[in-house]
């Protein structure tokens, strides 16, 4: 048992040590992308403060944020409102509406990038490479991620409805006075997956940003992207660790805090199949 | 059935109905309806405008050489004899925009679709409205339509926005991209300047053919998308679902902690750990002695080898898989912990008492209970790593080149998801590629998950796993 302990510390080791070295290198004091030792030798908060003063760092985080939260709130609606449509109110067109989403979602979901660019401009002329064209790419397509709310409402007990039904509530009070409260695991789940997606994203942002030479309209994964491209990375590496510590805090704690109904979200629709 | 007593009863109805077959709406806005009568009229207004002002033209020039090949558009943008002194250039007169054609053409193919299931609606609804007005009942009115869209028909509220969002920039967006693989819409017939030209099946021709370098590269990218994803999937499940047996162990004390410090490495954004990880694997110079990432360092001082991450294929392949691991292994880790737990203890303790050992214990009872329960999980997680764009794109970005081997911007640990992102923008841009790539990944997707489903639920037609 001893030696199984042991292992075991070994491997948390393996799997902290890049995170750790993350953070120790955004105290780091010299220059440059390359330290030849581990722990730096000057420790200072240099990074930290050039980062909020010298970058336009500030305003990454503040777009991906209003971006993150917008998109998160539109997501959560559709999804909800899709997946106890498809639960629970048997249309005659939802089979093939739900055949056809599954065929939808097979695509890779870049594909389409070009032509929903080109719309963007359309609809946007002006402002085509903004926030707003940023929003509409993450959540206009929500609907097509419906199953795990789906795979939960369908687990809702049907007399609930029905006794609601007999005394005579409407299909919509059912849904926003009935169902809803009864469904906070998967409104957690669903506000955690779409409210991280947008800081996590790099694809979609990089293709709407590509040719902006105004940096300050970025989100913090294109932002810091550039920062380790060959030609910045000897200026920026430190302080790219310490963006690296001040975005990850947040979700990290977000997600350790909320990751039971994640668990239960993503095993659920497992377990049912 | 009921559409033929529709269209018996259309023919013997009075001149208002079949009147609102040419006006769409008029018989509800005289028997009562007139919210939903106004509604139709305009909509058919609006569709009338649309298709004479702008559709009509767009859809002559999307279906103009469709079937035969050729331009996709009228005129092409040329340069007039008119000298403009104010930017010392010939004039130029615009053109059409073949890209705008196919997309402009797919919306007004949708358009018209809508339009006339609407129109068949309303003229049913007036059908229905003349014989209600026979028997002397009343139809409902505007607040009994609000009422109704909130009960009976609280689906169709439900849907349509998320329907509206779907359909303008999802599917909209994809059949354009799809027609656009039946094009040459490249870097030399880049639009607005030049009109591209429908080809047929000559794009997907020339990228399964084993003869040509596109063919060749194509197929050197497809297998190692396969050989990724497999073993990307099957190393991440099954070394997640090892350590969480082992953190499972009775001995094993501070179990809590352990899963949270692993838990933590997944809770940090992706991008985050990727990028820091491909600047701990740089190979600074690539010499011996030129520095580059800590690990780097590391393995040069004690191995006395420098690491090739990023200039030879197989090791950059092998540390992308080392790294996905990492990522992967806490991941399903989290998932399996909480199944491990709900496999019935009485098995174990039977098993144990027949005399099965631990091994044994593992794959008679552990590993057909976890393959049961995540079974759809493994498949999502083999399309999902197919499409895993993050590792690889920001770990090697692709490389390391190989100009013999590879073709049009593909380099040799690219996927097929990172290859169509390069043929989307930059210099290797070629647009008719990049969607026959995303035509063929779907059709990838959707052979393996019809194949696995049909499978596994045959299995699951035997009944529970033992």
């Known amino acids: 048992m001893k030696g199984r302990q042991l292992i075991l510390t070994c491997l948390a080791i393996l799997w902290i040590v890049p995170l750790f070295y993350l953070i120790i290198q955004s105290f780091r004091g010299e220059p440059g992308a390359w330290s030849p030792t581990f722990f730096p030798q000057q420790w200072t908060l240099d990074n930290y403060k050039r980062l909020f003063t010298e970058t336009n760092f500030p305003s990454w985080y503040r777009n991906t944020f209003i971006i993150a939260l917008v998109s998160c709130i539109i997501t959560t609606a559709f999804v909800l409102a899709v997946s106890y449509a498809f639960s629970r109110i048997k249309f005659k067109a939802r089979k093939p509406m739900m055949n056809i989403m599954l065929i939808l979602g097979m695509f890779p979901g870049f594909m389409s990038m070009s032509a929903v660019y080109f719309l963007l401009k359309i609809l946007l002329p002006n402002n085509y490479q903004s926030m707003a064209s940023l929003i509409i790419v993450y959540s206009a397509g929500a609907a097509l991620s419906y ?36 469904s906070k695991s998967i409104i957690i789940y669903t506000i955690l997956i ?80 | 059935m009921k559409n033929n007593m529709k269209i018996k009863n259309l ?109 068949w609606r309303s003229v049913k609804e007036s059908v229905t409205l003349e014989q209600l007005n026979i028997i002397g009942r009343k139809p409902r009115n505007f607040r009994g339509d609000v009422g109704h869209y909130l009960d009976a028909k609280f689906h169709t509220t439900l849907l349509s926005l998320p329907m509206i969002g779907l359909f303008l920039f999802t599917i909209v967006p994809l059949v354009t991209m799809i027609m656009i693989a039946f094009t040459n819409y490249d870097a030399n017939h880049e639009v607005p300047e030049r009109l591209f030209q429908w080809v047929g099946i000559q ?104 690491l090739q991450f990023g200039l030879d294929a197989t090791t950059t392949r092998v540390w992308i898989i080392i790294v996905n691991m990492w990522i992967g292994i806490p991941y399903s880790m989290l998932l399996c912990s909480g199944i491990l737990m709900n496999i019935p203890k009485d098995l174990y303790e039977s098993a144990r008492i027949d005399g099965a050992g631990p091994a044994r214990q593992f794959r008679k009872i552990t590993l057909p209970y976890m393959l049961f329960v995540t079974g759809p999980y493994l498949i999502t997680q083999f399309i999902g790593n197919i499409n895993n764009f993050n590792v690889i794109f920001l770990l090697s970005g692709g490389g390391p080149g190989d100009n013999i081997k590879y073709t049009n911007g593909a380099k040799s640990t690219d996927l097929l998801i990172t290859w169509l992102y390069k043929l989307s923008l930059g210099t290797d841009r070629n647009y008719k590629l990049a969607s026959v790539i995303g035509i063929l990944v779907f059709v990838i997707s959707a052979v393996f998950s019809l194949v696995v489903y049909n499978r596994s639920s045959a299995v699951q037609g035997e009944g529970n796993f033992q």
């Open chain 2, 203 to 306: 794009n997907f021709a020339d990228m399964l053919s084993g003869n040509s370098s596109l063919g060749k590269t194509f197929w050197r990218v497809l297998g190692w998308t396969m050989v990724w994803a497999t073993l990307a999937t099957f190393t991440s499940y099954f070394g997640g679902m090892l350590l969480a047996i082992f953190i499972n162990n009775k001995g094993i004390k501070f179990k809590k902690a352990y899963r949270t410090l692993f838990v933590a490495t997944i809770a940090v954004p992706q991008f985050v750990s990727l990028m820091i990880l491909s600047k701990m694997l740089d190979t600074g110079g690539g010499m011996p002695g030129s520095g580059g990432g800590i690990i780097t360092q590391f393995i040069e001082n004690v191995f006395n080898y420098h």
């Open chain 1, 147 to 182: 199953y795990v709310a789906k795979g939960f409402f369908d687990t809702v007990p049907n007399s609930l409805d029905e006794a609601a039904r007999i005394d005579g509530a409407g299909r919509a009070r059912i849904f926003f006075e009935i169902i809803l409260p009864l």
């Open chain 1, 194 to 273: 779409s409210f991280i997606a947008p800081w996590c994203d790099f694809i979609f942002v990089s293709y709407i940003m590509s040719g902006v030479p105004d940096t300050s309209k970025y989100t913090v994964a294109l932002g810091m992207y550039r920062w380790l491209e060959r030609e910045s990375i000897q200026q920026y590496f430190t302080t790219f660790c310490a963006a690296a510590v001040v975005v990850a805090t947040p979700i990290t704690l977000l997600f350790m805090w909320l990751q039971k109904y994640y668990v239960e979200g993503v095993t659920g629709g497992a377990v049912k199949g």
């Open chain 2, 11 to 119: 023919i013997k109805s009075n001149v208002l109905t079949k009147l609102s077959c040419l006006f769409m709406g008029i018989g509800h806005i005289f028997r009562g309806q007139t919210v939903r009568g106004i509604v139709y009229l305009l909509s058919e207004a609006v569709f009338v405008l649309y298709m004479i002002a702008f559709g009509g033209r767009y859809l002559a020039m999307f279906f103009q050489n469709f079937f035969t090949g050729g331009n996709v558009g009228f005129k092409e943008t040329y340069i007039s004899g008119e000298w403009d002194p104010n930017i010392g250039e010939y004039t130029k007169v615009p053109g059409d925009n073949s890209f705008h054609v196919v997309l402009y053409g797919i919306l007004t193919l949708f358009i018209i679709l809508f339009f006339v299931i609407t129109w």
